[in-house]
T-cell receptor, first 113, second 110 residues
Framework: DAGVIQSPRHEVTEMGQEVTLRCKPI?????LFWYRQTMMRGLELLIY????????DSGMPEDRFSAKMPNASFSTLKIQPSEPRDSAVYFC???????????FGSGTRLTVV | RKEVEQDPGPFNVPEGATVAFNCTYS??????FFWYRQDCRKEPKLLMS???SGNEDGRFTAQLNRASQYISLLIRDSKLSDSATYLC???????????FGPGTRLSVLP
């Protein structure tokens, strides 16, 4: 298995632009998570899905952030409009069931200038 | 009080040393516990689960103390390749979410 695949690896964009991050979970994993990591706040859960359904989005910072999972093999995290404070590394992770550890993707390093 | 707290570090130790990391969690109903390691500019990777009876994987030993809500990770005979940030992870009861601690950075020096 190729693991969790994220794209792009790096993204530099101007403030106000729309940014879309993509994730392909490990096949057969029913849970998908989006995390954000910064030096100041560490790893923060933004949203997670179970069987393509959003379960908890309480970590999404504000309405500028949205996430979708149209099928079991693909998810997107969209920021519109982007702001400099959104600069961070965004990780996608998947898990086969409750109680097991996650497998993380390589992350997308986002810089908003 | 934060949900998961860890020794702030950094820990700088010589090769071959034994080093221990501590982690405390606030929710007594938490059920699952893990240690992850994260190399610089890389994703976190699962190091080991933590079981109630304690468990060992080579040079690594994890312990859980439910009464004190405390988890530990012991690394024996540390190697240069052990240099990384170690993250304590605790599940949120009744949910799937795992809460990550802030991490403790370890540098093993030659």
């Amino acid at each position: 298995d190729a693991g969790v695949i994220q794209s792009p690896r790096h993204e530099v964009t101007e403030m106000g632009q729309e940014v879309t991050l993509r994730c392909k979970p490990i096949s057969g994993h029913d849970y998908l998570f989006w995390y954000r990591q910064t030096m100041m706040r560490g790893l923060e859960l933004l949203i997670y899905f179970n069987n393509n359904v959003p379960i908890d989005d309480s970590g999404m910072p504000e309405d500028r952030f949205s996430a979708k999972m149209p099928n079991a093999s693909f998810s997107t995290l969209k920021i519109q409009p982007s702001e400099p404070r959104d600069s961070a590394v965004y990780f996608c992770a998947s898990s086969p069931d409750r109680g097991r550890g996650y497998t993380f993707g390589s992350g997308t390093r986002l810089t908003v200038v | 009080r934060k949900e998961v707290e860890q020794d702030p570090g950094p820990f700088n130790v010589p090769e071959g040393a034994t080093v221990a990391f501590n982690c405390t969690y606030s929710n007594s109903a938490s059920q699952s516990f893990f240690w992850y390691r994260q190399d610089c500019r890389k994703e976190p990777k699962l190091l080991m689960s933590v079981y109630s009876s304690g468990n060992e994987d080579g040079r690594f030993t994890a312990q859980l103390n439910r009464a004190s809500q405390y988890i530990s990770l012991l690394i024996r005979d540390s190697k240069l390749s052990d240099s990384a940030t170690y993250l304590c992870v605790v599940n949120e009861p009744y949910g799937q979410n795992f809460v990550f601690g802030p991490g403790t950075r370890l540098s093993v020096l030659p």
